[in-house]
């Protein structure tokens, strides 16, 4: 019996596919543009630091950001080592950075909508520390203007998630319902900031702003490389034998997926979610496979070392947590069932070194074959429309 492969735009048709991870390259004028005139020189700005243009903030600290944080360059090649490191905003891709050319790209793609995140900023707005709370506040406030800006331009395409001034709960409460009012539909947040003399996420301290997200319905995105404990990854950990070049982006880009492990692990141990149980925490970037094998791990080393709880971790993220997948292909149908098929998401990661790209729904044609129709529509596009309360416009 001859079984016939569907192509990926064929098993995907009619279904509208989300990008549950993708990326903003962030213009030179985003901030200066907005910025009031006694910040104009502070805020977030593109300067030659030793005759290379580099992002700083406050005048004069860089941003640690690899030129436009783009492997797309603007003829369509996608660079697969750190080639990309030296190209700057008028290298690369349109589509990084300009809405229309976005919404181009989407089309092209056959993606529906993307979810995007920050570069400069860091991508949980963690590098905001570098400075003094008012230009940090700023910062941070600007940039969600213009994302939402860009989430209007885009038509409903784009859906920035905003970033938090994690360093105040209050603040963030505030921005939280500024930016919820602008219609941005999610946060991003710095999940470590017990770091800076805060208490950490599970704390009581935090219960305002997970009333509020609950409240409001706004999920809380945890994107990988989003804290400062993970900043560093592109020299911390790696044998000297992967300490340069492509060894080494492949290594840090490797250990960023165990250092969202570290963070579920620790969301879940807390038992925090058992406090606001219609909560949404989603683990962007990091991929899948590993979720069944953590859960059973917490679960059998809190039973062993009498640690409490009165719902199982399991039920806790199938109940209120995802995950975001891109590479993933091999028995990737089964892998999604015992994640939970409503737990994961289908994403790209346009336009980073390690995204899908071009074409990268043809990426997982296999894996696609192997799944049910209401599997792909769920994986592919209809959890994400529901946990970011997506409607086609």
Known sequence: MTVTMLTAREALADIRVVDADSHVSEWADLWTSRAPASLRHRVPQRKLVDNVPTWVIDGDKPLGVFGAMSAIHGSGLKSHGMEFGDWQLEDVHAACYDVKARVEYLNQEGIWAQIAYPNALGFGGQKAALVDGNLRLASTEIFNDAMAEMQSDSGGRIYPMALLPWWDV??????????????????????????????????????????????????????????????????????????SGASQLA?????????????????LMSCMLERFPTLKVVSVESGAGWVPFLLEAIEYEMMECR????????????????ACSWFERRDFANSVRNVGIDNVMFETDFP????????????????????????RRRVFGGTAARVYNLKAT
């Open 170 to 243: 209050k603040l963030s409460v505030t921005e939280a319902r500024r930016c919820h009012a602008m219609g941005l539909r999610g946060v991003n947040i710095n999940p470590d900031p017990h770091g800076h003399g805060l208490p950490d996420l599970s704390d009581h301290y935090w219960d305002p702003l997970w009333e509020t997200c609950t409240e409001l319905d706004l999920p809380i995105n945890f994107h990988i490389g989003a804290s400062d404990e993970s900043a560093s990854w592109y020299g911390v950990g790696a044998w000297p034998c992967n300490r």
């Open 307 to 322: 640690v409490p709880f009165k719902v199982p971790p399991t039920d806790i993220f199938k109940r209120q947590m995802y």
């Open 352 to 375: 980073h070194p390690t995204c899908l790209y071009p074409n990268g729904l043809d990426y997982l044609t296999c894996a696609l074959n192997d799944m049910t129709l209401d599997e």
């Open 251 to 267: 290594y840090g880009s490797l250990m960023l997926f165990v250092s969202n492990m570290r963070v579920i692990a620790n969301i």
